[in-house]
């Protein structure tokens, strides 16, 4: 993968590169919950790491075994307009998910779902947000003012989905 990433290798040199493990049980909006408050501790916890020495090598996975796909897409979408703004960014790859890369290189499938939470590099992460040019532009401007991202929507799931379905689609 590090042929994909120019910045894991660093990370992983750095020890900067976690994994924590969870297992998909249950009905998909009770996983889709529970992938959303694990990924919601992992951004806190990169959160601060994000303004020190190193911070663009800071990342934080949340794998989830026998989750596809489904269970990721309004956890994502969800956490990268929260997270974005103050300067977070959030992937998604679901296990056996065929991709290519920006040069059009074949990725590795991941063995495993799993989002990784890492803080925003700037002048590089537009081009993942292309579709998306109001979460670009907040990503580009974005600052961490120690802001409460759920001040405005609260921190139960259902309500959290909602608020993400009213968000404007990609492009």
């Known amino acids: 993968m590090t042929a994909h990433c120019p910045y894991l290798a660093p990370s992983l040199d750095?020890?900067?590169?976690?994994?924590?493990?969870?297992?998909?049980?249950?009905?998909?909006?009770?996983?889709?919950?529970e992938v959303f408050h694990a990924a919601v501790q992992a951004a806190e916890w990169v959160r601060p790491l994000a303004t020190r020495a190193h911070a663009t090598f800071v990342c934080e996975n949340?794998?989830?075994?026998?989750?596809?796909?489904?269970?990721?897409?309004?956890?994502h979408w969800a956490l990268k307009h929260l997270y974005g703004p103050v300067?977070?960014?959030?992937?998604k790859f679901a296990a056996g998910e065929e991709r290519t890369d920006g040069s059009g290189r074949r990725?590795?499938?991941?063995?495993?779902?799993?989002?990784?939470?890492?803080?925003?590099?700037?002048?590089r992460d537009g081009r993942f947000l292309?579709?998306?040019?109001?979460?670009?532009?907040?990503?580009?401007?974005?600052?961490?003012?120690?802001?409460?991202?759920?001040?405005?929507?609260?921190h139960d799931w259902k309500d959290i989905r909602l608020w993400a379905q009213r968000?404007?689609?990609r492009q």
């Open 87 to 91: 300067g977070l960014m959030i992937g």
């Open 62 to 75: 949340v794998a989830i075994l026998g989750a596809g796909r489904e269970v990721l897409q309004w956890p």
């Open 14 to 33: 750095h020890g900067l590169t976690g994994w924590t493990l969870y297992e998909a049980v249950g009905a998909p909006l009770d996983v889709e919950a």
């Open 130 to 154: 292309q579709r998306t040019p109001n979460l670009a532009a907040a990503v580009a401007s974005a600052r961490d003012d120690g802001r409460d991202v759920f001040s405005h929507i609260g």
């Open 167 to 169: 968000l404007p689609p």
């Open 107 to 123: 990725i590795p499938s991941p063995p495993v779902s799993f989002l990784p939470v890492r803080a925003a590099v700037r002048p």
